[in-house]
Structure formats: C-alpha cells, structure tokens
C-alpha cells in the first residue's frame, strides 16, 4: 500500500494524477484504521470470547414466539399484554420479575394486585412506598392468604 501502491501509480504513469494520489492516500489510511482497531479489540475479543453462557446475566427482550408462548391459557403471572393481539401475558417460569413505570401509571392496581390475588404460589412483594403495603393485606384477609408488610416510612 504504502511504498508499494506510490510505484505502482509511478510504473502506471498516475503518480501525478491528484484524483489517484487522494485516493491512494484515503485507502491508505482506510486500512491502517482497520488494522489498528483490529489490533486493539483482538485483546478483548479473545479475553471475553463468546458469552453464550449466562456469567454476566440472561436478561433480554422476549422473541416473538416466545411471545406468542407467553398468550397462551397458562396459570402463570400477569406481566402485560401482547402489542397486537391485546391478549393478555402470563410467565409461569423461574425467574424473577421487576414491574417498573412510570409514577401513576397503574403498577399497583393493574399489575401488583392482580398478581397477589391470583397467585397459587409464594410472592415476595416489595414496595417502597408507605401506603400500598396497606391494601393487599385487606385483600389477603378476603382471600384467606398470609401476607406481611413492613412499610418503609
């Protein structure tokens, strides 16, 4: 590229031609660019390698089967609704779940509750402000559940 693409463009005749020498000079660089950046990641890259294992988390946004699984009749815990189809979303599988929104915007009533209700299993609820903790323990007297809150403030 360098000495060797300057008497290429001699032996052509071109070495005086100002379109070909920028040309030559941009390539130029183009490839030292690359070759550098290469060299500086290639550490890296043999380092951490391929993270297909689950070292550093699994979390991800759903696929779209795996959305379509999630519409379908399972006993699961209501996490939302499908985009499209409206229908609602229920997870039945280990992991844990974060509802997270915006101040107002309906965690409580239309996700939170609901859950507690309808849950067949053991759920750990915590939230940090001082008057929610109030309502599901009406709701558990109702529903003959066992459920203990320690308000943060």
Do not use: Q, W
């Not at 979303?89 to 844990?96: E, N, S, T």
Request: hydrophobic share 45%; aromatic share 6%; charged share 20%.
């Amino acid at each position: 590229m360098g000495l060797g693409g300057g008497a290429l463009l001699e032996a052509l005749g071109l070495r005086h031609n100002m379109v070909v020498s920028f040309l030559h000079a941009a390539l130029l660089i183009a490839v030292l660019a690359i070759l550098t950046f290469r060299l500086a990641t290639f550490p890296l890259i043999t380092h951490f390698g391929d993270l297909d294992g689950e070292t550093h988390g699994s979390a991800r946004f759903t696929t779209f089967k795996e959305l379509r699984e999630l519409t379908g009749e399972n006993p699961g815990l209501m996490i939302g609704r499908h985009p499209e189809t409206k229908k609602i979303l229920r997870y039945d599988g280990p992991a844990h779940l974060l509802t997270m929104a915006p101040t107002r915007s309906g965690k409580c009533v239309g996700s939170i509750l609901p859950n507690l209700l309808t849950a067949d299993r053991s759920v750990i609820c915590i939230v940090p402000k001082a008057r929610t903790p109030r309502l599901p323990g009406a709701l558990a007297k109702a529903s003959d559940r066992s459920m203990f809150s320690t308000p943060s403030a």
